[in-house]
């Protein structure tokens, strides 16, 4: 069980350049987000799922896409790189009825990707 | 706009002390508040949270502290130790939908041996 997986650990871009972030979860979470962690400002939501197929906006979703193809995969793209996009970005997974079931809305991250965008 | 605002921004505590973390939040709409424990190069991990009908919860070293008229929360380690040197961070979330978490901006917590 491996729980939440990132692709790649690292990456350095050139500005214009695009790239995608895979996320992949075994533990059959309905419920996907990506976050972006830079200094000062702790986490915050890009896009996040609530099942294959489904994809919404979080709280700073521009330049940045999203897909779902699959429940266990989640895609985080840059179509055009930009120098405020270097960050730290983090994907995690959650079941949908654990607040209902164990009272918690417990979040699994993975262990991040490291964007550089020069 | 930050909706959870989160104090100190770095704490340096002597082994064996106590450490106190501070969250205050706007949203009166937020109704689960856990605090996550993140080490250099890894991932958050969930460490502990609390629901609004309660005031405290404890478990172990670790204790949340909410009051609920004030809109605050606070995480107290007690008998702190070296491996509990991490950054952390408190959120908040509404029920229902897709558990979309608001975070603070993290505290890096260093304890001194």
């Known amino acids: 069980n491996a729980g939440v997986t990132q692709t790649p650990k690292f990456r350095v871009l050139k500005t214009g350049q695009s790239m995608t972030l895979l996320c992949a979860q075994d533990m059959n979470h309905e419920y996907m987000y990506w976050y972006r962690q830079d200094p000062g400002m702790g986490l915050r939501l890009i896009h996040y799922?609530?099942?294959?197929?489904?994809?919404a906006k979080g709280e700073v979703p521009d330049g940045y896409n999203v897909s779902r193809l699959k429940k266990q995969n989640f895609l985080l793209g840059l179509e055009s790189a930009a120098p405020s996009q270097t960050s730290v970005y983090f994907c995690a997974s959650s079941y949908r009825l654990a607040r209902d079931l164990y009272g918690t809305d417990t979040q699994y991250f993975g262990p991040g990707t490291r964007l550089t965008v020069l | 706009q930050q909706q959870v605002k989160q104090s100190p921004q770095s704490l340096i505590v002597q082994k064996g002390g106590i450490s106190i973390i501070n969250c205050a939040y706007e949203?009166?709409?937020?109704?689960?508040f856990p605090w996550y424990q993140q080490f250099p190069g890894k991932g958050p991990a969930l460490l502990i949270a609390?629901?609004?009908?309660?005031s405290e919860k404890k478990e172990g070293r670790f204790t949340i502290s909410f009051n609920k008229s004030a809109k605050q929360f606070s995480l107290h380690i007690m008998d702190s130790q070296p491996g509990d040197s991490a950054t952390y961070f408190c959120a908040a979330s509404i029920k229902g939908g897709a558990q979309k978490l608001v975070f603070g901006q993290g505290t890096r917590l260093t304890i001194n041996p």
């Open positions: 609390i629901r609004p009908d309660v």
């Open positions: 799922s609530v099942g294959e197929g489904t994809t």
């Open positions: 949203n009166t709409a937020f109704d689960y």
